[in-house]
């Protein structure tokens, strides 16, 4: 990640104003607590977090910066250590959600194809996001990232399909440079600290309507989930300013995004943690290209764009 705008997994140049909108509810909310990460207080997470103190970080990189002279020829290949987006990885995690005042299971699975698209002009790696509730694919998505010169990763839109079970039920999309005025966004920094400026992980206006923004919530931490026991977990906090509570997610080093929580008064009180991660072979990396090629027979609402291309290694 799917449907606040807080994305289940899901991913421009924002005026002054919104971002100090942003940074305001950033420090506002964070007064809150945290509560228990994943909302279960009969079985609290395995999350140990040092407090850090907030550094001040004056040269990081915000949405404002993007610019075309950010990228080279290699903006498709994803190094950023806190992503660990390889082509062929697959990521799943499970848990549960409230959906319709229902709690409900939940299973997200990621994989990162040998797809790429170009958008604005900047080739992007094609992440296919399926989302299942209670055993049925409800959320099937593109999404579209590109790694700068300096490490830091980029969000340039979404394709997502709705899905009861088997039957499609519509889609919607939002790319940036299109003509509704979509921006990108910061998906994940090279480098960040707790204290740093909060960011906007992309615009996009209705009737998609998408306005997600991150911070580092803190960092030093360690977390046990199915997968694996990690160190140095660094937490970010998403949110969308007009929705209530935040998203939490933990990230470790070379590996990705292996925990996910909420805090103050979410409304889907998500919880996933990594069940596991699969490496794909060549027929499984097939599968997944053939899967993002049936999606983009679908996509017509950007159907201005060139086709994603298989990246030969």
């Known amino acids: 990640m799917v449907n606040r705008t807080v994305h289940r997994f899901t991913l421009g140049r924002l005026g002054v104003a919104v971002w100090l909108a942003g940074a305001a509810l950033a420090?506002?909310?964070?007064?809150?607590?945290?509560?228990?990460?994943?909302?279960?207080?009969?079985?609290?997470?395995?999350?140990?977090?040092?407090?850090?103190?907030?550094?001040?970080?004056?040269?990081?990189?915000?949405?404002?910066?993007?610019?075309?002279?950010?990228?080279?020829?290699?903006?498709?290949?994803?190094?950023?250590?806190?992503?660990?987006?390889?082509?062929?990885?697959?990521?799943?995690?499970?848990?549960?959600?409230?959906?319709?005042?229902?709690?409900?299971?939940?299973?997200?699975?990621?994989?990162?194809?040998?797809?790429?698209?170009?958008?604005?002009g900047v080739r992007a790696r094609v992440g296919w996001d399926r989302d299942y509730s209670g055993g049925e694919l409800v959320e099937s998505e593109l999404v579209f990232l590109a790694q700068d010169k300096a490490g830091n990763v980029w969000h340039l839109g979404e394709y997502t399909e709705a899905w009861a079970g088997k039957e499609f039920d519509g889609a919607s999309a939002w790319v940036v440079g299109s003509p509704r005025g979509a921006r990108a966004g910061l998906q994940?920094?090279?480098?960040?600290?707790?204290?740093?400026?909060?960011?906007?992980?992309?615009?996009?206006?209705?009737?998609?309507?998408?306005?997600?923004?991150?911070?580092?919530?803190?960092?030093?931490?360690?977390?046990?989930?199915?997968?694996?026991?990690?160190?140095?977990?660094?937490?970010?906090a998403e949110y969308d300013p007009r929705q209530p509570g935040q998203q939490l997610k933990y990230y470790a080093p070379g590996v990705g995004n292996v925990r996910v929580g909420w805090r103050c008064n979410d409304p889907d009180k998500e919880s996933l943690v990594l069940d596991r991660i699969v490496h794909l072979g060549p027929q499984g990396i097939a599968r997944a290209r053939r899967a993002v090629r049936a999606h983009e027979a679908r996509a017509y609402a950007y159907a201005a764009t060139a086709p994603a291309e298989r990246q030969v290694q």
């Open 27 to 120: 420090v506002g909310v964070s007064s809150c607590g945290d509560g228990v990460a994943g909302g279960d207080k009969r079985a609290a997470p395995d999350v140990r977090i040092a407090r850090v103190a907030p550094v001040a970080v004056g040269n990081q990189v915000t949405a404002a910066d993007y610019d075309h002279s950010l990228f080279d020829a290699t903006s498709a290949t994803i190094t950023n250590r806190w992503l660990g987006f390889a082509v062929g990885k697959r990521f799943v995690w499970r848990g549960r959600s409230i959906e319709a005042d229902e709690l409900r299971s939940h299973r997200v699975v990621f994989t990162v194809t040998d797809m790429t698209k170009v958008i604005d």
């Open 188 to 236: 994940m920094r090279a480098d960040d600290d707790p204290g740093s400026r909060p960011y906007s992980q992309g615009f996009a206006p209705a009737p998609y309507y998408w306005n997600d923004w991150s911070r580092v919530d803190r960092a030093d931490g360690r977390t046990c989930v199915p997968a694996a026991c990690y160190r140095d977990v660094l937490v970010v």
